[in-house]
């Protein structure tokens, strides 16, 4: 006989009553914890019990945080369903809800569900206050590292609440001791509470999960193809080496290792002049890496996925942005071999036949089965989709991420929660998906997961082989291809899965609980609810308040931020400094510290971008015209080696910043120094110059030629210089767009690949 919860604010019989969640919720209640459980054994329901005990004995606000919108929502739901709390108490917040009503919402709610950029955003424009929040979980709180909006709320939760309590729940924190440290750190975490799928508590509830592994050979014709990329990678490694850089292993190096060269010779161009050779160094290097990549999806993906990834890359070599790297590999010989070889090449990867055959078999045997294939690349889960399809009884469909690129259109979040509302019902049966399913997204139980290649990260891994053997058994199959790189990444995961099993169970036995919590723990399991949160609440309001530096400031200084800069940790760290920050939209500058100072931000990457596609001077013309006192930040290192432009283009640019538009360029190394920077500056013009704040000025209005320019260059592949050649030879947007492919063809820097991509953008059906 099933048993329930019993709890004043949960709805009766609809949360089982498991010891283990009990077990790791009591513990959790008495010290801000991390709490790492298998997927699919409930660490919602762990953080439900505690958010009902903080309720009913705290009272205050409740904050779940989640890094993306469907599970946002997925959270509301679940709670609306089994809290005895009004449901118009239960709120959710993310980007999609205005500012104001934001802050609203948040005043009326009980509990908020969000998305962390948006508290994030809310912190820092003040609409918001984590006061009376009495507990904060961290959904896939594995994500809590580096400048991720989980450290930001993490860090001021202590400072401001009255009595603060965090959870952490995650599947796979990884295996590194500094990544699970950090995690630790970063969430002000005492305590660390595990479960696995071998505890006796847990077992119970486990279905056995089948791991199978499925190894195929590269066929010859493929094997022809990756030696023509060896070969120039070959060439590429000598070159380097002439250059007076090596690197282990060459052609067989790890993308760690080709990564970490590129990143000396990038650091090798700070300051001062230097070695020519850096520059072609680099260079060299963007082309290792692009073919490294062929490399890679020629052993495990296949032909198909090779195609496409050549095709992008020859039409990146055509692109308004092209490097030089990306041209010479586009002219290589080699490169045109393979590009003609493919043509002929009629072998796909085995992968394909396989995939085919193990769902096949699978959905024959059971019609009513669910299966995801994952795969890293979305060209290869478009092959795979397509070639199920084409089997009878088998209802496949393509899950990929939000973001575009060429010829590749991503799915909105709406799409891909309507995908898993189908696949649920069985309109699909199988769930061909790119990463964008490992986590954050309410996938239902599956009968077989297929790993297309194995990945070299646990964390992942994980993840994967948690989508089945939830509610029944359940089977794994990894795809391997002898002899590739397939292996060594099967077994650097299977080993980082040990390591990290090993090391949260030594690091939670160095963090013992208090006796309280093994009291309250007991307490829980025997059903006492009501005098064990008595307890708990009593405990945890014992805390001393940790200091902010803004405690210790007593200057008022305030600075006027671009609501798109609200994204760089730039603001985050103005605001450990004390300054008043105010979020507005300004058409001029990216900060604003007085009526005559106004700042413009830029990374290595930026200035290069910017400079690139023609706004930079247009930025630095109207932050000139506006402010009688304009600064350039120039943030990071690198300046000289983004996008491989050579000194020269850099130091013009500079040189004409600084002369022509008598632009001040100051540089900062990372964004805390840039915050620094800023506070200096607003201290100079608000204290000792004595000067109010006032943001002014407006862009300048462009031309009718400036528009025109602008939307011919709006095209992909279409660049400033090539979009005013085609107005110069046709004289109007109009005629332009009539022109057949010979036509454009006779226009200077306009190729046949460019001129068949206008025509396919001008002449195709928009479908939505």
């Given at each position: 006989?099933?048993?329930?919860v019993?709890?004043?604010?949960?709805?009766p019989d609809t949360?089982?009553?498991?010891?283990?969640?009990?077990d790791?919720?009591?513990k959790?209640l008495?010290?801000s914890?991390?709490v790492v459980?298998?997927?699919?054994?409930?660490?919602?329901i762990v953080?439900?019990?505690?958010?009902?005990?903080?309720?009913?004995?705290i009272?205050?606000?409740i904050?779940?945080?989640a890094?993306?919108?469907?599970?946002?929502?997925?959270?509301?739901?679940?709670l609306r369903?089994?809290?005895l709390?009004?449901e118009?108490k239960?709120?959710?917040?993310?980007?999609?809800?205005?500012?104001?009503?934001?802050e609203?919402?948040w005043?009326?709610?009980?509990i908020?569900?969000?998305?962390?950029q948006?508290?994030?955003?809310?912190?820092?424009?003040?609409r918001?206050?984590?006061?009376?929040?009495?507990?904060?979980?961290?959904?896939?709180?594995?994500?809590t590292?580096g400048?991720?909006?989980?450290t930001?709320?993490?860090?001021?939760?202590?400072m401001?609440?009255?009595?603060?309590?965090?959870?952490?729940?995650?599947?796979?924190p990884g295996?590194?001791?500094?990544?699970?440290?950090e995690?630790?750190e970063?969430?002000?975490?005492?305590?660390?509470?595990?479960?696995t799928?071998?505890?006796?508590?847990?077992?119970?509830y486990?279905?056995?999960?089948?791991?199978?592994?499925?190894?195929v050979?590269?066929?010859d014709?493929?094997?022809?193809?990756?030696?023509?990329?060896?070969?120039?990678?070959?060439d590429?490694f000598?070159?380097?080496?002439?250059?007076?850089?090596?690197?282990?292993?060459?052609?067989?190096?790890?993308k760690?290792d080709?990564?970490?060269?590129?990143?000396?010779?990038?650091?090798?161009?700070?300051?001062g002049?230097p070695?020519?050779?850096?520059?072609?160094?680099?260079s060299i290097?963007?082309?290792?890496?692009?073919v490294?990549?062929?490399v890679e999806?020629?052993?495990?993906?296949?032909?198909?996925?090779?195609t496409?990834?050549?095709d992008?890359?020859?039409?990146?070599?055509?692109?308004?942005?092209?490097?030089k790297?990306?041209?010479?590999?586009?002219?290589d010989?080699?490169?045109?071999?393979?590009?003609?070889?493919i043509?002929?090449?009629?072998?796909?990867?085995?992968?394909?036949?396989?995939?085919?055959?193990?769902?096949s078999?699978?959905?024959?045997q059971?019609?009513?089965s669910r299966?995801?294939v994952?795969?890293?690349?979305?060209?290869?889960?478009e092959?795979?989709?397509?070639?199920?399809?084409?089997?009878?009884g088998?209802?496949?469909?393509?899950?990929?991420?939000?973001?575009s690129r060429?010829r590749d259109?991503?799915?909105?979040?709406?799409?891909q929660?309507d995908?898993?509302d189908?696949?649920k019902?069985?309109?699909y049966?199988?769930l061909?998906?790119t990463?964008?399913?490992?986590?954050?997204?309410?996938?239902?139980?599956?009968n077989l997961v297929?790993?297309?290649?194995?990945?070299?990260?646990?964390?992942?891994?994980?993840q994967r082989?948690?989508?089945?053997?939830?509610k029944?058994?359940?089977r794994?199959?990894?795809?391997?291809?002898?002899?590739t790189?397939?292996?060594?990444?099967?077994?650097?995961?299977?080993?980082?899965?040990k390591?990290?099993?090993?090391?949260?169970?030594?690091?939670?036995?160095?963090?013992?609980?208090?006796?309280?919590?093994d009291?309250?723990?007991?307490?829980?399991?025997?059903g006492?609810?009501?005098e064990?949160v008595d307890?708990?609440?009593?405990?945890?309001?014992?805390?001393?308040?940790?200091?902010?530096?803004?405690d210790?400031?007593t200057?008022d200084?305030?600075?006027?931020?671009?609501q798109?800069?609200?994204r760089?940790?730039?603001?985050?760290?103005?605001?450990?400094l004390?300054?008043?920050i105010?979020?507005r939209?300004?058409?001029?500058?990216?900060?604003?510290?007085?009526d005559?100072?106004?700042?413009?931000?830029?990374?290595a990457?930026?200035?290069?971008?910017?400079?690139?596609?023609?706004?930079?001077?247009?930025?630095?013309?109207?932050?000139?015209?506006?402010?009688?006192?304009?600064?350039l930040?120039?943030e990071?290192?690198g300046?000289?080696?983004?996008r491989?432009?050579?000194?020269?283009?850099?130091?013009?640019t500079?040189?004409?910043?600084?002369?022509?538009?008598?632009?001040?360029?100051l540089?900062?190394?990372?964004?805390?120094?840039?915050?620094?920077?800023?506070?200096?500056?607003?201290k100079?013009?608000?204290?000792?110059?004595k000067?109010?704040?006032?943001?002014?000025?407006?862009k300048?209005?462009?031309?009718?030629?400036?528009?025109?320019?602008?939307?011919?260059?709006?095209i992909?592949?279409?660049?400033p210089k090539?979009?005013?050649?085609?107005?110069?030879?046709?004289?109007?947007i109009?005629?332009?767009?009539?022109a057949?492919?010979?036509?454009?063809?006779?226009v200077?820097?306009?190729?046949?690949?460019?001129?068949?991509?206008?025509?396919e953008?001008?002449s195709s059906?928009?479908?939505?």
């Amino acid at each position: 006989m099933t048993e329930y919860v019993n709890h004043p604010l949960i709805r009766p019989d609809t949360v089982e009553q498991r010891l283990y969640q009990l077990d790791l919720a009591g513990k959790a209640l008495s010290t801000s914890t991390l709490v790492v459980l298998p997927t699919g054994l409930g660490k919602t329901i762990v953080a439900l019990l505690i958010i009902a005990s903080r309720l009913e004995t705290i009272g205050g606000k409740i904050l779940i945080l989640a890094p993306t919108k469907p599970l946002v929502e997925q959270h509301a739901a679940f709670l609306r369903k089994v809290l005895l709390i009004p449901e118009d108490k239960i709120l959710t917040l993310t980007g999609t809800v205005r500012p104001a009503d934001r802050e609203a919402l948040w005043k009326e709610g009980t509990i908020i569900i969000s998305t962390p950029q948006v508290i994030e955003n809310d912190l820092l424009t003040k609409r918001i206050s984590l006061e009376d929040v009495s507990h904060i979980t961290f959904d896939e709180s594995h994500r809590t590292v580096g400048n991720y909006a989980y450290t930001y709320i993490a860090e001021r939760y202590p400072m401001e609440a009255k009595h603060p309590l965090c959870l952490g729940i995650t599947a796979s924190p990884g295996s590194s001791d500094e990544k699970i440290n950090e995690i630790c750190e970063n969430l002000h975490i005492r305590s660390i509470a595990v479960k696995t799928e071998s505890d006796g508590d847990v077992a119970p509830y486990i279905h056995d999960k089948k791991i199978e592994w499925k190894h195929v050979r590269l066929p010859d014709e493929l094997k022809e193809l990756k030696g023509l990329l060896d070969k120039i990678l070959d060439d590429r490694f000598k070159k380097l080496s002439d250059l007076g850089y090596s690197v282990p292993y060459q052609k067989n190096a790890s993308k760690m290792d080709l990564l970490s060269l590129q990143k000396k010779l990038q650091s090798q161009l700070r300051g001062g002049q230097p070695d020519p050779g850096v520059y072609s160094a680099l260079s060299i290097m963007a082309e290792i890496l692009k073919v490294n990549h062929a490399v890679e999806v020629t052993e495990t993906q296949g032909l198909d996925a090779l195609t496409k990834y050549i095709d992008r890359l020859e039409n990146e070599a055509y692109s308004r942005n092209a490097s030089k790297a990306s041209k010479r590999l586009a002219d290589d010989m080699y490169i045109r071999q393979l590009s003609h070889r493919i043509k002929e090449c009629s072998m796909e990867h085995p992968k394909i036949e396989a995939v085919l055959q193990i769902v096949s078999e699978e959905i024959e045997q059971n019609s009513d089965s669910r299966v995801i294939v994952f795969t890293n690349y979305r060209d290869t889960a478009e092959v795979v989709t397509t070639t199920l399809s084409e089997v009878a009884g088998l209802r496949p469909v393509k899950f990929v991420g939000q973001s575009s690129r060429y010829r590749d259109k991503g799915l909105t979040q709406k799409q891909q929660v309507d995908i898993i509302d189908r696949f649920k019902k069985g309109e699909y049966n199988v769930l061909v998906a790119t990463s964008v399913a490992e986590e954050g997204l309410d996938i239902p139980s599956t009968n077989l997961v297929i790993f297309y290649e194995p990945i070299p990260s646990e964390i992942r891994s994980i993840q994967r082989k948690g989508r089945t053997g939830r509610k029944q058994e359940g089977r794994v199959v990894v795809l391997i291809t002898k002899g590739t790189r397939d292996e060594g990444y099967y077994w650097s995961s299977t080993r980082r899965e040990k390591q990290m099993q090993s090391n949260i169970r030594l690091m939670q036995d160095s963090l013992p609980y208090q006796d309280i919590e093994d009291e309250a723990a007991s307490e829980m399991l025997d059903g006492s609810t009501g005098e064990m949160v008595d307890k708990i609440g009593a405990s945890t309001d014992k805390k001393s308040k940790q200091k902010a530096l803004v405690d210790f400031n007593t200057e008022d200084l305030t600075v006027v931020v671009d609501q798109r800069e609200i994204r760089s940790t730039v603001v985050r760290s103005l605001e450990k400094l004390g300054m008043n920050i105010s979020v507005r939209t300004l058409e001029v500058g990216d900060y604003v510290v007085s009526d005559r100072l106004a700042i413009e931000r830029k990374s290595a990457e930026d200035l290069a971008g910017s400079l690139i596609d023609g706004k930079l001077f247009d930025q630095i013309s109207n932050l000139a015209r506006t402010y009688s006192k304009a600064v350039l930040i120039l943030e990071g290192e690198g300046v000289f080696g983004a996008r491989q432009l050579g000194p020269n283009a850099i130091h013009g640019t500079l040189a004409s910043i600084a002369l022509d538009f008598g632009v001040s360029i100051l540089y900062t190394r990372d964004t805390e120094d840039t915050a620094s920077l800023i506070r200096l500056l607003a201290k100079r013009e608000q204290t000792t110059e004595k000067r109010e704040i006032k943001v002014h000025g407006k862009k300048s209005s462009q031309t009718l030629s400036q528009q025109q320019e602008y939307i011919v260059s709006a095209i992909p592949e279409i660049g400033p210089k090539a979009a005013r050649n085609l107005l110069v030879h046709f004289g109007s947007i109009e005629a332009i767009m009539e022109a057949d492919t010979k036509q454009l063809t006779q226009v200077t820097l306009i190729g046949p690949k460019t001129a068949a991509r206008i025509r396919e953008i001008v002449s195709s059906t928009y479908k939505g």
